[in-house]
C-alpha cells in the first residue's frame, strides 16, 4: 500500500542461496523507492542491492548536485532530478504478523495500524468496548498476548491484527459455541482478511488477482460487496472483478466468495470458503 514509497521493510531472510550470493545475515532490508528514474532502474535490473545516498550518521542526500559534492569514489551517478523532501523512510521490521517500527519517518505509527490487520469484528451498536474485550480473551486463549484491536472509524466494527491464523480463530470459536451456545455475546461476526489496499477499483481488482490462484477451473464464485464510509461504488467492483474471472457464478452455494470489506479509505479483501466465516446468529441458529 506503501509502496512505491517512503517505507523501508526489514525482513528475515530463509533461502540459504539468496544469504550465499548477496553476502546476507539473517535479515535484510526492501524498499521500492516513489522515483520514476529509480522504478525504471528496478525494473530493468529486477534487483538492486544499494545503501542510502548518504554517509552513515548523516540525513539522505535528495539533490544529485549534493551527491556529486559529499560522496566520492562512485563510478557513475545517475541524475533522476531532485527528489521531493517527504522525509526519512520508516523503517519496519516485520516477523510473522508482529510489526515493530524501528525508525520513525514519512509514515506514522497510526497510519501503519490502519492496514495491519487480519481480522474484522462486527458488533452491536454502541457495544464496540464489549466486543472488543470478548474477542480479546478468545485470542488470549490461543496463545497470543500481544493482539493490537483498533477501532475502525467506523461504527460496530473493529479491526484486529493477531499472530493467530484467523482459521484458528474461527475454529474456536465455533467450537466453543457448540459446546456452550453462550460463549459469546458480543461479537456478531468475525472475518478474515487476507490483504489491505487502498478504496480503489484498480487496486482491489489488482488484489484479487494476486489471490485468485485458489480458485479452480470448475470451481465456482461469489462477490459481496460490504461498504462502510465510502461512496465507492459496490457495482462498479463487482463487475470489474468478474472480468478477471472466467469461472461460474453461484449466488446461493458458491465455493468461493471474493468478500470486498470497504473501510473508508481502506479495503481489506479476502477469499475464502463459505465456512471460514463466522456468523453468530448463524451459529447459534444451527444448534437449533
Known amino acids: 500500500m506503501f509502496w512505491p514509497g517512503p517505507i523501508t521493510l526489514i525482513l528475515k531472510v530463509k533461502d540459504e542461496n539468496i544469504k550465499k550470493s548477496l553476502g546476507l545475515g539473517k535479515k535484510i532490508a526492501v524498499r521500492v523507492p516513489n522515483n520514476q528514474c529509480a522504478l525504471s532502474l528496478l525494473k530493468e535490473c529486477k534487483l538492486l542491492v544499494a545503501t542510502s545516498a548518504n554517509i552513515s550518521g548523516t540525513t539522505s542526500l535528495t539533490d544529485p548536485d549534493d551527491c556529486k559534492k559529499d560522496l566520492d569514489g562512485y563510478d557513475l551517478l545517475i541524475d533522476g532530478g531532485i527528489l521531493s523532501d517527504d522525509g526519512e523512510s520508516t523503517i519496519v ?7 515493530r517500527i524501528v525508525r520513525s519517518g514519512s509514515v506514522s505509527e497510526e497510519e501503519l495500524k490502519k492496514i495491519l490487520l487480519n481480522l474484522i469484528v462486527t458488533c452491536g451498536r454502541n457495544l464496540e468496548s464489549e466486543a472488543k474485550n470478548e474477542i480479546k480473551k478468545i485470542i488470549n486463549e490461543l496463545g497470543d498476548q500481544e493482539l493490537e484491536i483498533l477501532d475502525s472509524g467506523m461504527r460496530c466494527v473493529l479491526t484486529v491484527n493477531t499472530v493467530v491464523k484467523p482459521s484458528e480463530v474461527i475454529d474456536y470459536v465455533k467450537n466453543k459455541i457448540n459446546e456452550e451456545p453462550w460463549f459469546m455475546r458480543y461479537c456478531l461476526r468475525i472475518i478474515p482478511i487476507q490483504t ?5 477499483i484498480d487496486k ?21 460487496v460490504e461498504k462502510r464510509g465510502s461512496t465507492i461504488s459496490s457495482k462498479e467492483i463487482i463487475t470489474e472483478i468478474a472480468k478477471s474471472l472466467s469461472n461460474k457464478v453461484s449466488l ?4 468461493w466468495i471474493i468478500l470486498i470489506e470497504v473501510l473508508g479509505n481502506k479495503t481489506g479483501i479476502s477469499i475464502l470458503k463459505n465456512d471460514a466465516l463466522f456468523s453468530l446468529e448463524k451459529s447459534k441458529r444451527n444448534l437449533e
Open 93 to 99: 521490521e516485520i516477523d510473522g504478523n508482529k510489526v
Open 196 to 200: 489491505v489496499t487502498d478504496t480503489d
Open 204 to 224: 482491489i481488482k489488482q488484489n484479487v488477482i494476486k489471490f485468485k490462484d485458489c480458485i479452480q477451473k470448475n470451481d465456482s464464485f461469489r462477490i459481496t
Open 252 to 255: 446461493e452455494n458458491p465455493t
